[in-house]
């Protein structure tokens, strides 16, 4: 039979920044109790799946949620740190609200919006930085499983980059994906052919 590669990709729960609608990056932001409940809903709807090998993201949003799901869903795995897999480093604007810098930074934030999120923050990371490192990220992962179910535990940015990444998107493409906490993304990988099946699913989190 054909090897199969079903990838779970998951944006990690809410964050206690997430709460604030601030610009977290790569800054250390533990979930929120709201964000554990969302992943724990997400790995009781994984319950009957098995997954074979799980990667995530280093920071701590990240592999909380991977843990909880991990729980939830009955499956033990070690959980494989990626530094690939973290969110965009968005500089000078981390820890800032939208809204701050709306007044604060107006026109510089304005440009950047204009321009489809696409330049580099103030010391930070453009969008073609971050499509070349997630890439690297799913190399490695593609090198060390090439077939069964991954459980993959990210951000917003690096999960809208796997997709732009895996289906040769053009880096334009980012700006118009949209990805909510805990929500689900599947992709099944064939003979290097990927296929979207789930796409930013959250009906888990109905009740949670």
Known sequence: MTAMLRLLLVRHGESVWN????IQGQQDIPLSENGRRQAMALGE?????????????????????????????????????????MERNFGEWEGKCVAE?????????????????LPAPPRGESIEELLKRVKKGLERILAEVSDGTVLV???????????????QLPPESFAKLKVDNASLTVLEISEGRPRLCHFNDTCHLRDA
């Open 19 to 22: 709460e604030e609608e601030r």
């Open 45 to 85: 709807r994984l319950r009957d799946v098995k997954i074979d090998a799980c990667f995530s993201s280093p920071l701590k949003r990240a592999t909380e949620t991977a843990e909880l799901i991990l729980k939830a869903s009955g499956n033990s795995l070690p959980i494989v740190t990626l530094p690939e897999l």
């Open 101 to 117: 810098l709306k007044v604060e930074r107006a026109k510089e934030f304005a440009r950047w919006v204009t321009a489809h999120y």
């Open 153 to 167: 535990v990210g951000h917003s940015g690096s999960v809208k980059a796997a997709i732009c990444v895996l289906f």
